[in-house]
């Protein structure tokens, strides 16, 4: 892993505790979830694939949190539960859609993590790497032709490897010369899949393509809560002051494998015992009590609370119908309705 002019969160800078307060929330809600979905998936109970997003809880939900549901564009990746949760996503959509629920927002047609809310500004998730960057781009500007960009934000989340397409490029070249309020956060968590840094990209660091590209580029420490909250939050809102695309890109390390199918036995010890090995939930619960953002007691709260709901959104999804292929409607996205 390539070495980042990284910062940790220690400047003393004023944050806002609600915003803090939630994307805490969100992550620990998205870990709890994710922890269920893998008991799950591993005791049959989940057919395809579980993705996971250990490790980079923190910079996923300072996003979905920096952003306004029913107004901005949130397009999330793969290892977003808690960006999801942080922009409004009820936890059951989730349940539904891994559990096959006939209930949830993609019918039960797909499992897993390509469901999206597009009416609430979250377009389901496309799975070919670098694509949504494009489609936010679009998203916005069709928000510009209808006269309806005025403070808003489009932001998606991608990894190191969606970097190397030509998607992302393309996205964010209209993004730049349309000067288009977009951020997109690339969490670099050292691999794509299962190939290194060093054999996916020749520059420095990632940030050296926001240069390219003219637009502004942030680094910062992914494992870091209010680091991320500090940068993130500085970039959405720079984006929505008129700023133009903003670049964050995010150094962690994935806590699991690519999926639940993969061990990750591929990652250098050296890599899961340095300094981004280390567990963000744990970093951030230290945080919140040292800066007094939150008591030791709201955070026992707060676990318990949160896995009370994760067993009843469960409970309530394997209780309701599956799909029927002879009485499905087989209505689309796309279907216009009279």
């Not at 979905?37 to 979905?64: D, F």
């Not at 209808?146 to 990894?159: F, M, S, Y």
Request: glycine share 12%; proline share 4%; net charge negative.
């Amino acid at each position: 892993m390539p070495e980042l002019d990284v910062q940790p969160f220690t400047d003393g800078a004023v944050l806002n505790r609600e915003y803090i307060r939630a994307a805490f929330r969100s992550m620990l809600r998205a870990r709890l979830l994710e922890n269920k979905l893998s008991s799950l998936y591993k005791a049959g109970k989940i057919v395809g694939g579980v993705y996971l997003g250990r490790g980079q809880e923190a910079v996923s939900a300072c996003v979905g949190a920096a952003l306004v549901q029913g107004k901005d564009v949130f397009a999330p990746l793969i290892r977003d539960q808690a960006g999801r949760d942080a922009f409004g996503e009820p936890m059951i959509d989730c349940t539904r859609t891994y559990l096959g629920s006939v209930m949830g927002p993609m019918k039960g047609r797909d499992g897993n993590i390509h469901r999206g809310r597009p009416s609430m500004g979250m377009p389901a998730m496309i799975s070919h790497l670098g694509a949504q960057v494009p489609l936010v781009a679009g998203m916005l500007f069709a928000k510009r032709l209808k006269g309806e960009l005025a403070g808003v934000v489009g932001a998606t989340c991608i990894g190191d490897g969606a970097t190397s397409t030509g998607a992302f490029h393309e996205g964010v070249n209209l993004a730049a010369m349309e000067k288009l309020p977009m951020v997109v956060v690339v969490a670099n968590n050292g691999f794509a899949y299962s190939t290194p840094n060093d054999r996916q990209f020749a520059c420095r660091d990632l940030v050296e393509r926001a240069r390219g590209y003219g637009i502004a580029g942030h680094a910062v420490d992914g494992t870091d809560l209010l680091a991320c909250a500090s940068v993130i939050g500085n970039a959405v809102q720079r984006a929505r002051e008129g700023h133009g695309p903003q670049m964050v890109v995010a150094q962690l390390l994935r806590l699991s494998g690519h999926g639940e199918h993969d061990d990750g036995s591929y990652v250098p010890d050296t890599m899961k015992a340095g300094h981004y090995g280390r567990d963000c939930i744990e970093v951030a619960m230290r945080q919140l009590v040292e800066h007094g953002f939150a008591t030791v007691d709201e955070l026992f709260a707060w676990q318990e609370e949160t896995a009370e709901e994760v067993q009843r959104s469960v409970a309530q999804a394997q209780q309701e119908p599956t799909p029927d292929p002879y009485s499905d409607d087989w209505r689309a996205y796309s279907t216009r309705l009279s």
